[in-house]
């Protein structure tokens, strides 16, 4: 499925290690990069549910085995900017160096707001079927090890549907792409007990955030 998101300039900065120091022409060069993934990008998204007793057995450790005690059902996501988010990065990489490192900011920052947008998707449809959301959780958090990729694409489907694939090193190709775990509680709507933004891996880029909700129920 397409995601119809922007890059969020600020987020973009914060990816280059901007803080507050002054920009100058930057801030020119940061919009038409911003602008240009926007023109040139498709966020596409696929999402599995399964068991979470399916899910745990392809997914180790004992981080991820908290994160979704207690959930009946598990949700596995992925994200990606695709193929054409490699050619415009190396591009823009070979025309100037400054050039290649916002638009790489911006296109990190485009394919965060995408898996935002799928996270909210998934919470919404998970509420109106009475379900409780967890935060999002990908390999490589706490003890979850980034070698668990390529049987997570291949159960979400993401190898197939928008052709990510894990080198033998576990990095995702095309590298502008996002997995992650979303468990399913059953309680009332997005309400899920202890859930809080303060201990959220991405409360600082969450999309849900930004419009004054959460993904568990009560006011950001």
Known sequence: MELKTRVDREEALAFLGHRGQELGDLRERLERAACLCEKELVPRGVYREMDASEALALLPGRDIARHVEGCARVVLLAVTLGTQSEMLLRRERALSATDGLLVDACASSLVEQAANVLNGHIVEEAAARGLA?????????GDLPLSCQPAFLVASGADRALGICATA????????????????????????EGARCSTCPVADTCALRAQGRTCYGNPA
């Open 133 to 141: 959301a967890t935060t999002r959780f990908s390999p490589g958090y």
């Open 169 to 192: 090193a576990h990095l995702l190709v095309p590298a502008k792409s996002i997995t992650a775990v979303i468990g399913l509680y059953p309680g009332r709507g997005f309400v899920r």
